[in-house]
T-cell receptor, first 116, second 112 residues
Framework: DTEVTQTPKHLVMGMTNKKSLKCEQHMGHRAMYWYKQKAKKPPELMFVYSYEKLSINESVPSRFSPECPNSSLLNLHLHALQPEDSALYLC???????????????FGPGTRLTVT | QKEVEQNSGPLSVPEGAIASLNCTYSDRGSQSFFWYRQYSGKSPELIMFIYSNGDKEDGRFTAQLNKASQYVSLLIRDSQPSDSATYLCAVPVSGGYNKLIFGAGTRLAVHP
């Protein structure tokens, strides 16, 4: 089963709101990712967790705060977002790398975020 | 700056034809290569991955890798209208980081 689930599917929030996106996988993967995707653009990496520790932060503004409570769950906490943060937010997971070989990533369905 | 380049298309092919999508990459140290299909409004779906030089076949899909020339391609045989989507090539950053660089994607349109 290569399923990654994300909730909610859609989210509309004001610039002063605080909300969270959730992601879950039960494939035993130890690497989890957050991506942001704007229309007609490829996914853009935001954060990588490896064995529940943050290993990559792609200089993401602090209004985005990731959290990995356990090996199956990944959250993205949102606070004081801007309208330009409206996008599709994708979670992905993979087995951790095998030496220098990176393993395939499986994406969840995404959360469509609109900031008003 | 690591780069992955794809022709944005659209690539238009008739139903039943072979669609050929190409991708070049700049990082000579990359060890694995991925093709994702993305329908409009949906998330990327992994359809092929390849680690070794040569061809890898899975149903109607064939991935071809040439590390010396730094290109990877995806062939779709017997193209169907349901194959119409954007195809994203993804290449990892070398050095063992869990990080993929995505190409801009090629939009494929299969017409009946």
């Amino acid at each position: 089963d290569t399923e990654v689930t994300q909730t909610p599917k859609h989210l509309v929030m004001g610039m002063t709101n605080k909300k969270s996106l959730k992601c879950e996988q039960h494939m035993g993967h130890r690497a989890m990712y957050w991506y942001k995707q704007k229309a007609k653009k490829p996914p853009e990496l935001m954060f990588v967790y490896s064995y529940e520790k943050l290993s990559i932060n792609e200089s993401v503004p602090s209004r985005f705060s990731p959290e990995c409570p356990n090996s199956s769950l990944l959250n993205l906490h949102l606070h004081a977002l801007q309208p330009e943060d409206s996008a599709l937010y994708l979670c992905a997971s993979s087995a951790d790398r095998s030496g220098l070989v990176i393993n395939e990533q499986y994406f969840g369905p995404g959360t469509r975020l609109t900031v008003t | 700056q690591k780069e992955v380049e794809q022709n944005s298309g659209p690539l238009s092919v008739p139903e039943g034809a072979i669609a050929s999508l190409n991708c070049t990459y700049s990082d000579r140290g990359s060890q694995s290569f991925f093709w994702y299909r993305q329908y409009s409004g949906k998330s990327p779906e992994l359809i092929m991955f390849i680690y070794s030089n040569g061809d890898k076949e899975d149903g109607r899909f064939t991935a071809q890798l040439n590390k010396a020339s730094q290109y990877v391609s995806l062939l779709i045989r017997d193209s169907q209208p349901s194959d119409s989507a954007t195809y994203l090539c993804a290449v990892p950053v070398s050095g063992g980081y869990n990080k993929l660089i995505f190409g801009a994607g090629t939009r494929l349109a299969v017409h009946p």
